[in-house]
């Protein structure tokens, strides 16, 4: 068997098991549930009502998740990502991170697709870490509603550290990752 089949099928492996373990995570996930509402009867009508609600907001939300990550993955190449937010992108890479992070008001799991695809283009981890957490915690329309009811200081401070530890965060977990790659490297 030559090395291009063995990677095939190594490739075709590690495909069924993220598969498998998918499943097995909703499983259970649906199983936990099944649990709680025969522990907690009264709770079925609110555990139910707010599945439904969530389920509609993630049906009315998802079409146009896909038609951006189409658009995504058709205008912007592997070269701009790479040169954006890649391992080469220096100070900008954060920055630029930040402020597509902070751009977005919708709901932080529209960011995951996105941040797959960057991961898939070559985007940096840390680059990546930091998008997803600017989109979790900075907002344009949230900060100006801050500084109007706390006041420019506080919300300046905040910015200011949420910036800071969001980029050590990037950094810290991208080197996590590295260290588990190089790991699964000399296990091999």
């Known amino acids: 068997m030559n090395i291009q089949n063995m990677e095939k099928t190594r490739k075709q492996n590690s495909s ?94 529209i960011a995951f697709p996105l941040a797959s695809a960057l991961i898939k283009k070559g985007a940096r981890i840390s680059n990546v870490v930091v998008f997803i957490s600017a989109w979790a915690c900075i907002k344009i329309p949230q900060e100006l509603v801050e500084l109007q009811f706390l006041g420019f200081k506080f919300m300046g401070t905040r910015l200011l550290l949420t910036i800071f530890f969001v980029i050590l965060m990037g950094l810290l977990i991208e080197q996590l990752a590295f260290q588990k790659k190089q790991k699964q490297v000399h296990t091999r």
Do not use: C, H, N
């Open 16 to 109: 069924s098991i993220k598969i498998f373990r998918d499943y097995l995570i909703f499983g259970a996930a649906l199983a936990a549930g099944g649990v709680l509402l025969l522990i907690f009867p009264d709770k079925k009508e609110a555990a139910v009502t707010t599945a439904w609600s969530y389920m509609r907001e993630m049906m009315a939300v998802l079409p146009a998740v896909m038609i951006i990550m189409g658009l995504f993955s058709v205008f912007i190449s592997k070269e701009q990502v790479v040169k954006y937010l890649g391992k080469a992108s220096g100070v900008k890479g954060p920055l630029l991170a930040i402020f597509f992070g902070a751009l977005p008001t919708g709901p932080l799991y």
